[in-house]
């Protein structure tokens, strides 16, 4: 088939597949029952195998051409994509190499691959308009109810089904925007994040302790760092049998991925107000929701703002073990970060009530970056005590150069004598000297 004709094909196979899924949608819906996802694959498959039926006996009585394998292979998929996927967009993430794509209107793409590379491709689509009917297409269709993009509801934030998240803005930009980063699922352990080169083993086994222990842990880092998947592996530490209740804007953490380790769990997500200007769930109301779920564990997914009041109160109100991630450029700026984001609350607290709260709630802030490409666990502080405006805090593994994260100073000995009870072995940290362990 020529360029025109695979074209022509293409579009005539879509405006069916469309047409089909509609018809069938509608009668399935007449009963109370929605098609799945499943069905809704076999159903375009179905309509293509009838559509290039169809076309193999019209070229056999007009004596033209008939579509090979390839071409009946390749607009059958492009067909799908547009319909029931992302179109264009479904072959980068399919490839399982890219972690990240950029789009911004008719520009070409910007995508980052799993070695921390960046590489420009050709722009996806010829007009700012058919990037907003992707988008549009794509929030029409989300399982966790359809989402509005247009002037009114200039942003966009969604999970897709695969666990990738997208966010999109359109009409405060120059040029309608769209970013996708999808989520490495296969990397759901610690053991696994230790293979990768995240850490050590010393490392490895003492935060599977401080889990094990109940320890209060922040996860500290900059944007693509690895925040999520380290949480993520932190969490699949908690014992089968206590209950997670994870806050999230959008569902990235998988827990529901990890059913068979977490069977008692409920998934909280954040909403927007409607056009009405009603019904918004910010992330600080989620938050006290989750301690009316009888949590054993509340795990938050970005804290960012006026949700790290109620987040550090539940923490040093008896609900230990908890865990989040925070923007930051080292475990010490954590505490400055999280001192902002209380007063972002109004509670019209002084800097030393702050202060006092942030040590009686949080033990561990591990920080992860990434270099040269490698993601890397490069410092992990224990929060001792409070003095006025300065919280006392002990680093008890930091990264020099390009090696990872090392015993550093020793720890208190009421936390190694708790990380002992749950399997670790100090013997690293016994051996540092005293002098100047806290910093």
């Known amino acids: 088939m020529n360029a025109v004709d695979t074209s022509s094909a293409l579009q005539d196979l879509t405006a069916q597949i469309t047409t089909a899924l509609i ?3 509608q009668q399935r819906r007449s ?4 098609l799945t996802s499943e069905e809704e694959l076999e159903t375009a498959r179905e309509t293509a195998r009838r559509f290039f039926d169809q076309r193999v006996t019209q070229s056999l009585l007009t004596g033209s051409d008939t579509p090979s394998f390839d071409d009946e292979t390749s607009i059958t998929k492009s067909a799908i994509d547009a319909v029931l996927g992302f179109g264009p967009l479904q072959r980068l993430l399919d490839d399982p190499a890219i972690t990240d794509i950029h789009v911004r209107g008719t520009a070409p793409v910007w995508v980052k691959h799993t070695d921390g590379s960046r590489h420009e491709i050709d722009p996806i689509v010829s007009t700012d308009d058919e990037l907003i009917r992707l988008v549009r297409n794509v929030a029409s269709r ?5 989402r509005r993009f247009d002037a009114a509801s200039a942003e966009c934030n969604l ?3 695969d666990g990738s998240r997208l966010f999109a803005v359109m009409d405060i930009s120059q040029q309608p925007s769209l970013v996708i980063r999808k989520h490495q699922f296969h990397l759901s352990s610690l053991e696994e994040l230790t293979r990768g080169g995240l850490m050590t083993s010393n490392v490895r086994n003492f935060l599977r302790a401080a889990v094990l222990a109940k ?3 922040i996860v500290a880092g900059g944007t693509g760092s690895g925040k999520t998947t380290l949480l993520r592996a932190l969490m699949n530490e908690i014992p089968f049998h206590e209950r997670i209740i994870t806050i999230e804007d959008a569902f990235e953490l998988g827990l529901a991925r990890f059913s068979q380790l977490h069977p008692d769990h409920d998934a909280l997500q954040s909403r927007t107000a409607n056009i009405e200007g009603h019904g918004a769930i910010p992330l600080a109301d989620l938050t006290r929701m989750a301690l009316r779920m009888d949590p054993d564990r509340v795990v938050v997914g970005e804290v960012r703002g006026a949700e790290a009041f109620p987040m550090l109160m539940a923490m040093s109100q008896g609900n230990n073990g908890s865990m989040c991630t925070l923007h930051a450029d080292s475990t010490r700026s954590a505490f400055s970060k999280l001192a902002a984001y209380v007063s ?3 509670t019209g607290l002084p800097i030393d009530v702050v202060n006092l709260l942030l040590a009686n709630a949080l033990h561990l802030v591990v920080h992860i ?4 490409g490698q993601r890397r666990i490069s410092s992990i502080r224990e929060v001792v005590d409070s003095d006025g405006s300065r919280i006392v805090s002990n680093e008890l593994f930091v990264a020099n150069g390009p090696s990872l994260a090392e015993a550093a100073y020793p720890m208190t000995s009421d936390l190694r004598d708790l990380l002992a009870t749950h399997g670790y072995d100090d013997a690293v940290n016994a051996t540092l000297q005293t002098a100047g362990a806290w910093r």
């Open 23 to 25: 018809d069938l949608r």
């Open 31 to 34: 009963t109370g029952n929605d």
């Open 142 to 146: 989300s399982r966790n109810g359809e």
């Open 159 to 161: 999970c897709l089904d």
């Open 215 to 217: 320890r209060n842990i």
């Open 344 to 346: 972002m609350a109004n």
């Open 369 to 372: 970056e990434l270099v040269n």
